[in-house]
């Protein structure tokens, strides 16, 4: 008798400190379970209150050429940043002549002499080996071609990486596999994503497939803007060539790029980095709007302004001004192969 008391004894000492760990488990269920039924008893009268509202602007529509490529383009796209002009000057105005005139030159000067010293008209070949003055003038003009091209590259690629003023808009943009996400932090705005639209919806909102997006990047135009780079699983690329925007997305790394969009409009661009199966469908759409449009659509999303002015309280309008909805579930803009 004895030993079944002993064997009992040590039974309830074993499982003693296994019992005192579950009795707060057990009470924080029981408090998980009951918390959902005082929300809901609550809820009525929080609904009952008038909630204040901000009408978001309604959803820019694109304006075909601009932000977009154009059917049979050939060189750069328009550009609509200060950097992007000059770039585009740099590239048509300087490389594009000097490219041309030294391929001429060279493929002239390649004739002449296959034309000149063949063996049937040149039978007995020079012996000469050097020439000064030829040789003076082949070192010195591609020394000043490439002191001319360099003055403007260099110039450019200060502007490109130029900081970004205090005052900036600064906004957080993650790569996924295989969508965007952004974030703003200066107002408040929590990160929401963006997907490829299918092609029935692209037609019916007047957009280019495989461009439009559900929910686009809002920035406001002429005000600078401060971009957060990164990406949350493999290496992308932000690129929208309108904007000579191109930054890389690497995970772990914060990159940053600033510029300053001079037109409302609505840019497009693509990822830009070989980021997996679904690369070719991770598009870019960027909703430039003007400066007080861009404040209300801050405003309706949550947020608050620079100068501290806040959204009231209550439920907020449709995020970008539009009831679009997004892709289902199955379809090509949720990433489904």
């Not at 000059?86 to 300087?94: E, G, N, Y």
């Not at 080996?129 to 030829?134: E, G, K, L, R, V």
């Not at 686009?216 to 690329?237: E, F, M, N, Q, Y």
């Amino acid at each position: 008798m004895k030993q079944v008391k002993s064997l009992v004894l040590a039974g309830l000492l074993a499982f003693a400190p296994t019992m005192a760990m579950n009795g707060p488990a057990f009470a924080q269920d029981n408090a998980a379970v009951a918390a959902p039924a005082a929300e809901t008893v609550a809820a009525p009268a929080d609904s009952a209150a008038p909630a204040a509202t901000v009408a978001a602007p309604p959803r820019m529509k694109p304006t075909e050429g601009i932000g977009m490529p154009k059917p049979g383009e050939i060189t750069l796209q328009e550009q609509f940043t200060s950097t992007g002009k000059s770039a585009r000057w740099l590239h048509d105005v300087m490389l594009l002549p000097l490219i041309t005139l030294i391929s001429i030159l060279v493929l002239v000067l390649m004739l002449y002499v296959m034309v000149r010293y063949r063996r049937s008209a040149n039978p007995v070949p020079s012996k000469t080996s050097h020439n000064t003055f030829i040789e003076v003038i082949w070192t010195v003009v591609p020394v000043i071609i490439l002191l001319v091209i360099a003055v403007p590259s260099i110039g450019l690629l200060a502007d490109q990486y130029k900081p970004a003023p205090k005052d900036a808009l600064t906004v957080k943009v993650t790569g996924y596999q295989w969508y965007w996400g952004y974030e703003y932090p200066d107002a408040g705005i929590p990160e929401f994503v963006s997907n490829m639209l299918t092609k029935e919806q692209a037609k019916a909102g007047g957009e280019p497939f495989q461009l439009a997006v559900d929910n686009r990047l809002v920035l406001p135009a002429g005000r600078p803007v401060k971009l957060i780079i990164t990406a949350a699983d493999v290496i992308h690329s932000f690129a929208v060539p309108s904007l000579w925007v191109k930054m890389d997305a690497v995970p772990g790394r914060l990159n940053e790029k600033s510029f300053t969009i001079e037109e409302p409009g609505v840019y497009y661009g693509q990822c830009s980095e070989l980021c997996g199966a679904r690369h070719g469908f991770m598009p870019i759409a960027i909703e430039a709007l003007p400066p007080e449009q861009f404040d209300q659509w801050v405003l309706s999303q949550g947020g608050k302004l620079q100068n501290g002015t806040a959204a009231p309280d209550g439920p907020m309008g449709p995020q970008q001004g539009s009831s679009l909805p997004a892709p289902p579930s199955g379809d090509i803009g949720n990433n489904a192969l």
